[in-house]
């Protein structure tokens, strides 16, 4: 078995580090994150920004860099998430307008978007890329859905304060009709998502359609609900007949 290399690790820690909530950080919050002696942590960090991993912000601070993107945007383009729901979205946008998204699911709770397809001139602000917390957007409850109970209570520990059991409530509910509904993501917007699923039924992330509120009575979610599942299918349904799995 050949030997790992503990500064190869180091720096994938210290990579690991950054999320949303710490974008930008000193070399003193990064040990202090990490628990990498301070003295490591800055020599880890000019190595990476010599290598694009990560960027020396002018004002103090690094966060990630342009390397991560491009890495990143492999790992997303090995499965092709985007390229079997790109036709799905765009008759969904066409026959029912909206801001329609795709959402995959990451580890740790997280869902990254992938596209986009305006219809109603922007009604939602997550840009593709945005990395947001699952249980916070439809799209991420609908994915979440397709998990039991102590997958969910894991992935929630990492968000102190949150109240489970009615998150639980809400995950049953979606699985029981098959489509997510969150007016909660962003002001007077409702958004309704349905879980995509890979070769082998694993939910690999959801597609959604955001609306205004005042449009959503209770016949038109329900409707919007049962168009975005049957997209959702036949997103699903085509990643199966391509073998891909997550």
């Known amino acids: 078995m050949a030997e790992r290399v503990?500064?190869?690790?180091?720096?994938?820690?210290?990579?690991?580090?950054f999320d949303p909530q710490h974008r930008i950080m000193t070399v003193r919050e990064i040990s202090a994150r990490t628990g990498i002696p301070r003295s490591t942590c800055h020599a880890l960090?000019?190595?990476l920004v010599e290598a694009r991993m990560l960027e020396a912000m002018h004002e103090g601070g690094y966060r990630l860099g342009p390397a991560v993107a491009w890495?990143?945007?492999?790992?997303?383009?090995r499965i092709g998430l985007a390229e079997a729901a790109t036709r799905t979205m765009e008759n969904l946008a066409k026959h029912f307008g909206g801001d329609v998204q795709l959402?995959?699911?990451?580890?740790?709770?997280?869902?990254?978007?992938?596209?986009?397809?305006e219809h109603d001139g922007g009604l939602v602000h997550h840009r593709v890329g945005a990395r947001v917390p699952a249980f916070r957007n439809a799209c991420g409850r609908a994915a979440m859905s397709r998990f039991d109970q102590l997958e969910v209570a894991d992935i929630m520990t990492r968000h102190p304060g949150v109240d489970l059991d009615p998150?639980?409530?809400?995950?049953?509910?979606?699985?029981?009709?098959?489509?997510?509904?969150?007016?909660?993501?962003?002001p007077q917007i409702r958004s309704v998502a349905a879980s995509i699923l890979d070769a082998e039924g694993n939910?690999?992330?959801?597609?959604?359609?955001?609306?205004?509120?005042?449009?959503m009575n209770e016949r038109r979610t329900l409707a919007l609900g049962n168009a975005v599942r049957a997209a959702a299918q036949e997103i699903s349904q085509r990643l199966a007949t391509r073998g891909i799995r997550a």
Not at 203 to 215: D, E, K, P
């Open 203 to 215: 939910a690999v992330g959801a597609v959604s359609v955001a609306q205004r509120r005042s449009v």
């Open 71 to 77: 890495l990143g945007a492999q790992v997303f383009e």
């Open 167 to 186: 998150l639980l409530r809400d995950l049953t509910l979606t699985r029981e009709r098959g489509f997510a509904v969150s007016d909660s993501s962003q």
């Open 103 to 117: 959402g995959q699911y990451v580890a740790k709770g997280w869902i990254v978007y992938l596209h986009h397809v």
């Open 45 to 47: 960090c000019v190595t």
């Open 6 to 17: 503990e500064a190869v690790l180091k720096a994938a820690k210290v990579l690991r580090a």
